[in-house]
């Protein structure tokens, strides 16, 4: 997880300087967690595997000010698809809980001015405001104007233009989105579901869509259960018209007011006319009648609805199914459970080793180095945890090893204070949907003077255990499990699983012997003992 704030108190200062950052071809979506405040930016998303979520929606703003009329380094205007806030070319990018605006203001001025440029495939919005005038969100592959911006990514072969944009796989799911502009405000080629959003429509009123699927597609924009209303004069808002002639776009039980047209749709004065490709159905609100309707639309039935689906439209060839998201583990504990740089390897963190041995969900670690319970939450970690946290996912807690320090920033008293700090862990993965989970510590390579293992967390793991009995949460007993697993290996044998080197290491030149810490073999020892525990599966 890397966190955005402009004051300085995360990781970066920038949303792009994070974004640069990214390595490429991680198997679990990395989280920048943006701080409230407003970023005066140009983004661009070119990293697949992204979940990228604001603090606060109204509060956590990216706003920039391009627009068609600016002027390139040859003086030529840029158009549209160089006026954007933040372009997405990266795959399976996820962004949530942020507000993304074009300030440049009415496009009878400045031309068209986009919020959003949305170019890669499997892209979800959740909880997105998206703000502008003239074509706030482009849905549509990253044309040649804009190869430059997305290196190191390329554009698609094939793509010259919209208008002959061939047969795309790109597909982006909105839920509970806000959507607001004016004339063509939401466009493109590509597959997209829109689930509960709300589409508002600026005084100058226009169209809410301008669809240009390709001929093959079976799908273009479908809208369910969203709100379409605005501040333009009744009738002024038309729900769209077909960019070009084969376009589709779809209304399924969508809630009108006034502003929306009696006419529904709108033939492209000039080019294409609306067909039946264009339709409506369920509709309720102040423009529920659809016997003025545009004659051309098709009128669709029980059955013919009931086919969209979000797994249908958007599933394409890979089966694509945004509403079954992949669980998320989040992880919050000590320097056992952290993950450590190669510089300092063989030294590893559990829960580093963690992250490929489970499937089916997605690894966070969020556990650092010198922490306790109490020490986490006062830099606000758990905060950002509880912001990220979903229903389904899990948040596993293991502290102890420095609840135990002296100093005032860490200590907790194992019967007073550290079930008060755990429990503040419970909660928040439980006002999130998430299921809290308490690991007891893992033993120390501590022998007594004969030679038998010995438990030094003292009161703390037994406060742990009384805990999850008092609050009802799954407790995963790492202590006794591992220190049995130890106390049958001889002295020796343990050394493989702790980060002891000989002289001469490339990182430990002067060896070292570390009984806390462990090796990566200890490390993936650890991480399948915890995944037995709990019972799932290697």
Not at 108 to 132: E, F, H, L, S, T
Not at 382 to 392: A, I, S
Request: aromatic content about 10%.
């Amino acid at each position: 997880m890397y966190i955005i704030a402009k004051d300085g108190s995360g990781d970066f200062t920038s949303i792009q300087a994070a974004i640069d950052a990214v390595p490429m071809g991680n198997r679990a979506p990395t989280i920048l967690l943006v701080r409230m405040d407003t970023y005066e930016e140009r983004v661009i998303v070119n990293k697949d595997n992204l979940r990228i979520i604001g603090e606060a929606r109204d509060r956590t703003i990216i706003t920039h000010s391009g627009c068609a009329m600016d002027l390139d380094e040859n003086g030529n205007a840029k158009g549209t698809f160089l006026s954007y806030t933040f372009l997405v070319t990266g795959n399976n990018v996820e962004v949530e809980n942020i507000t993304i605006r074009n300030d440049a203001g009415d496009g009878r001025k400045v031309g068209q001015a986009v919020a959003v440029y949305a170019a890669g495939d499997r892209g979800m919005w959740r909880n997105v405001r998206m703000i502008a005038s003239q074509d706030t969100l482009f849905c549509g592959p990253t044309m040649p104007k804009v190869a430059k911006d997305a290196l190191p990514r390329l554009i698609p072969d094939g793509v010259i233009s919209v208008g002959d944009c061939p047969l795309v796989l790109g597909r982006q799911y909105f839920e509970n989105c806000y959507i607001q502009g004016d004339v063509d405000f939401i466009f493109g080629p590509y597959r997209c579901w829109f689930e509960g959003c709300t589409l508002f429509m600026n005084a100058r009123g226009g169209m809410y869509t301008a669809a240009n699927t390709p001929e093959q597609s079976p799908y273009g924009l479908v809208f369910h259960r969203c709100r379409l209303t605005g501040e333009c004069a009744p009738g002024e808002g038309y729900l769209g018209r077909p960019w070009r002639a084969f376009a589709r776009t779809v209304f399924l039980n969508c809630d009108m007011d006034a502003c929306v047209s009696p006419q529904g749709f709108a033939d492209w004065q000039g080019g294409s006319p609306v067909t039946e490709r264009y339709a409506e159905y369920g509709t309720t609100g102040e423009r529920a009648d659809q016997s003025t309707r545009h004659p051309n639309q098709k009128r669709m039935t029980d059955e013919e609805a009931a086919l969209y689906t979000v797994a249908e439209v958007l599933g394409g060839y890979d089966g694509w199914d945004p509403t079954r998201r992949t669980p998320t583990w989040f992880l919050c504990g000590d320097s056992t459970m952290c993950d450590y740089a190669p510089d300092q390897a063989p030294m590893t963190g559990w829960g580093q080793a963690l992250k490929a041995l489970v499937r089916g969900v997605f690894v966070e670690n969020c556990a650092a180095a010198g922490h306790s319970s109490k020490s986490f939450i006062a830099e606000k970690r758990l905060n950002f945890v509880e912001l990220c946290m979903r229903p389904g996912d899990k948040l596993l807690i293991q502290f102890a090893h420095n609840d135990e320090k002296e100093d005032a920033g860490r200590a907790t008293h194992p019967r007073v204070t550290y079930p008060e700090y755990l429990g503040m862990y419970i909660d928040a993965a439980r006002r999130q949907g998430a299921e809290p989970v308490l690991l007891t510590p893992i033993p120390r390579r501590h022998y007594d003077e004969n030679g038998a293992l010995k438990m030094t967390h003292g009161a703390y793991p037994d406060a742990m255990r009384d805990l999850a009995v008092y609050r009802g949460v799954r407790l995963v007993d790492m202590e006794k499990t591992v220190g049995a697993v130890l106390a049958g290996m001889t002295p020796e044998q343990t050394k493989a699983w702790f980060n002891w080197q000989d002289e001469g290491h490339p990182n430990y030149p002067d060896g070292v012997q570390d009984n806390t810490h462990l090796s990566f073999t200890g490390a993936v020892h650890m991480a399948q003992i915890a995944l037995g525990l709990m019972g799932e599966g290697v």
